[in-house]
């Protein structure tokens, strides 16, 4: 039995670190080109940006909402993207902050956290 649970034991192990590294995954680091067109802590957001323009940038949104009563001054549709490494030391795009991004049409009229 001591053979079985050493073998239990080093599986388990073996799961765990499997699972960090797996967790790490999800972080693409900016090429050095996007480095030093948007530096860390700028941003390449801008009222006039497509959505094609920003979905090229950010990727899909993790929320999108419309809206046809005005509560959002005129923006007819906003893409939140969710912050999800808040212990990252610099920001870069929406990796540490929740960020919303307002449509009017097809058009990026303002945005914000």
Known sequence: MPNSSGR??????????????TGCAGI???SP???IQHPFGTSMLRPGLTKDQVLAEW????????DDTGKWKNAKE???????????PVDEGYLTKTQ???????FLVRYGE
């Open 59 to 66: 990727g899909e949104p993790d929320l999108k909402e419309y």
């Open 33 to 35: 080109k996007k480095i």
């Open 100 to 106: 919303y991004l307002y449509f009017d049409g097809k």
């Open 78 to 88: 906003r893409w939140t993207y969710y912050g999800r490494y808040n212990e990252l």
């Open 28 to 30: 693409d680091p900016p």
């Open 8 to 21: 239990i034991t080093a599986f388990l192990a073996l799961l765990s670190v499997l699972i960090v590294i």
